[in-house]
């Protein structure tokens, strides 16, 4: 199977910044867009940010301009690298890739989230 590890999550005062990363391995024949969600209290999932095989990205409104989606390829990972954080980014965030498992095998994987937290 394929597992997702997220790691770089914390607490961090408004204005700060973090970095996400998330690595996937398993059974792996290649990797299409691989992305980050966030869900808060008493709301529902929401994209933050995806980026495809081929680079291009795309971003929710509420993070333009304050973060970065990038991947590396050789190693199965995606980062997110988010800054001039606010409480209203307080959340777990979750990584998602979706992944071809065989030439013609694909499914949508999901990480078991790491929270982020912005208070003073």
């Known amino acids: 199977q394929v597992q997702l590890v997220e790691s770089g999550g914390g607490l961090v005062q408004p204005g700060g910044s973090l970095s996400l990363s998330c690595a996937a391995s398993g059974k792996i024949f290649s990797i299409n867009a691989m992305g980050w969600y966030r869900q808060a209290p008493g709301n529902q999932r929401e994209l933050v940010a995806v980026i495809t095989r081929g680079g291009s990205t795309n971003y929710a409104d509420f993070v333009k301009g304050r973060s970065t989606i990038s991947r590396d390829s050789a190693k199965n990972t995606v980062y997110l690298q988010m800054n001039d954080l606010k409480p209203a980014d307080t959340a777990v965030y979750y990584c998602?890739?979706?992944?071809?498992?065989?030439?013609?095998?694909?499914?949508?994987?999901w990480g078991q989230g790491t929270q982020v937290t912005v208070s003073s």
């Open positions: 998602n890739a979706d992944i071809m498992t065989a030439i013609i095998q694909r499914g949508n994987f």
